[in-house]
């Protein structure tokens, strides 16, 4: 069982970035998804999270309005689609899959997760 987030990069600020989390070993039918980021020196916060047909979606407050998630299932893949980066959105970016009840904001709810992928936005 695997999940591989990746599409990270070095940006500009106000650039775009795509990650994509693509999972093996997993039919990510039956799990909602999420995605989480940690600074340096900092504890993994709560990004975006969707449901398992993609109709429920939550997003942190500092991402509301840049950030879409959004989800394929046929190609067993989660995206995150980030728009206007700031500086403040450099972190190591998780993908992790949820599966039954419980919250789509909490990172114990999350079980397994991915490796990360970097994003760095420089101003």
């Known amino acids: 069982v695997q999940l591989q987030a990746s599409g990270g990069g070095l940006v500009q600020s106000g650039a775009s970035l795509k990650l994509s989390c693509e999972a093996s070993?997993?039919?990510?039918?039956?799990?909602?998804v999420g995605w989480f980021r940690q600074a340096p020196g900092k504890d993994r916060e709560f990004v975006a999270s969707?449901?398992?047909?993609?109709?429920?979606?939550y997003y942190a407050d500092s991402v509301k309005g840049r950030f879409t998630i959004s989800r394929d299932n046929a190609r067993n893949t989660v995206y995150l689609q980030m728009s206007t980066l700031r500086s403040e959105d450099t972190a190591v970016y998780y993908c992790?899959?949820?599966?039954?009840?419980?919250?789509?904001?909490?990172?114990?709810?999350?079980?397994?997760w991915g490796q990360g992928t970097q994003v760095t936005v420089s101003s």
């Open positions: 070993g997993l039919n990510l039918d039956y799990y909602a």
């Open positions: 992790a899959a949820k599966y039954g009840s419980g919250s789509y904001i909490s990172l114990d709810s999350f079980k397994p």
């Open positions: 969707i449901g398992r047909n993609g109709r429920i979606k």
